[in-house]
């Protein structure tokens, strides 16, 4: 599927194919949370990375979050890429060098309406912010830090691929 994205200014307009479109996964981490995530939580999803094209890259900043693990003496900076609107602040994409084939989308920086979950799944709930409800369905599976199943084996295993 054929996703378009933009920032809330205008300045970033982006599109990429995604095989793993459906906005199914809340990660209530507090860098997701604090960067993006209104809610408690935010939304990402899986896309080609060979197939993104983008318009107003020049407005593009690039964040590196730090990440300090318990018994950690400091924080380390993070690989992944979060990409943002310099303009406006949008989040519009985070990147990993370390699975360079892929892109993750914000579902909510998508233009494009996506099709519904059938089930969600939360996860890094053991960071969850205390004020957020997780409002879970019966169907809905939670993780305190992150599921085993990936998010193309999440839509390969519920036949929403192709």
């Known amino acids: 599927m054929q996703?378009?994205?933009?920032c809330q200014c205008g300045a970033v307009k982006f599109?990429?194919?995604s095989p793993h479109p459906y906005p199914y996964q809340r990660c209530y981490c507090s860098i997701c949370r604090k960067t993006q995530g209104g809610g408690g939580y935010a939304?990402?999803?899986g896309a080609d990375n060979a197939s993104l094209h983008v318009t107003g890259r020049q407005h593009i900043t690039v964040y590196h979050a730090r990440l300090k693990d318990p018994g950690d003496a400091r924080a380390h900076r993070s690989p992944a890429e979060r990409h943002f609107c310099g303009t406006c602040g949008s989040a519009l994409w985070l990147y990993d060098a370390r699975w360079?084939?892929?892109i993750h989308p914000f579902a909510s920086a998508i233009d494009t309406?996506?099709?519904e979950p059938p089930e969600t799944t939360h996860i890094m709930l053991e960071?969850?912010?205390p004020w957020v409800?997780?409002?879970a369905g019966p169907r809905d599976r939670r993780h305190d830090r992150y599921p085993e199943e990936s998010i193309a084996e999440w839509h390969e295993r519920l036949g929403l691929t192709g």
Not at 3 to 6: D, I, K, N, P, R
């Open 3 to 6: 996703l378009e994205g933009s």
């Open 15 to 17: 599109r990429v194919e």
């Open 43 to 45: 939304i990402n999803l």
């Open 100 to 102: 360079p084939e892929l």
């Open 113 to 115: 309406p996506l099709p």
């Open 127 to 129: 960071f969850r912010a």
């Open 133 to 135: 409800a997780v409002e």
